[in-house]
Nanobody, 126 residues
Framework: QVQLVESGGGLVQAGGSLRLSCAAS????????MGWLRQAPGKEREFVSA????????RYADSVKGRFTISRDNAKNTVYLQMNSLKPEDTAVYYC???????????????????WGQGTQVTVSS
């Protein structure tokens, strides 16, 4: 049974930082591209970032480029999202996801994911 468990969300003031973690189990972690997506109230789910199996290739949404950094530790079956210079518009539920094809790193897809976590709330106050 595959599980993706996010942690690290919370309430932060604009300009602050948070680090999200996603611990994976039940899958061969090193064979999956991993990613983060988010959904704000009343909005569609949107792609945030993805990282390839090896960690050598990453992809970011334009809205977070230069502020967010995705990384992974295959020894710990964990993917991270370091979020700096947070803005109120970053407020959303953040989801971790796993992709066996690896295409999500190229396509920035919101749908081509095999597994999803339950999400962690990030709230940025102005």
């Amino acid at each position: 049974q595959v599980q993706l468990v996010e942690s690290g969300g919370g309430l932060v003031q604009a300009g602050g930082s948070l680090r999200l973690s996603c611990a994976a189990s039940g899958l061969t972690f090193g064979s999956y591209a991993m990613g983060w997506l988010r959904q704000a109230p009343g909005k569609e789910r949107e792609f945030v970032s993805a990282i390839s199996w090896t960690g050598r290739t990453t992809r970011y949404a334009d809205s977070v480029k230069g502020r967010f950094t995705i990384s992974r530790d295959n020894a710990k079956n964990t993917v991270y999202l370091q979020m700096n210079s947070l803005k109120p518009e970053d407020t959303a539920v953040y989801y971790c996801a796993a992709d066996s094809s690896g295409r999500t790193v190229l396509d920035a897809s919101t749908t081509m994911w095999d597994y999803w976590g339950q999400g962690t709330q990030v709230t940025v106050s102005s």
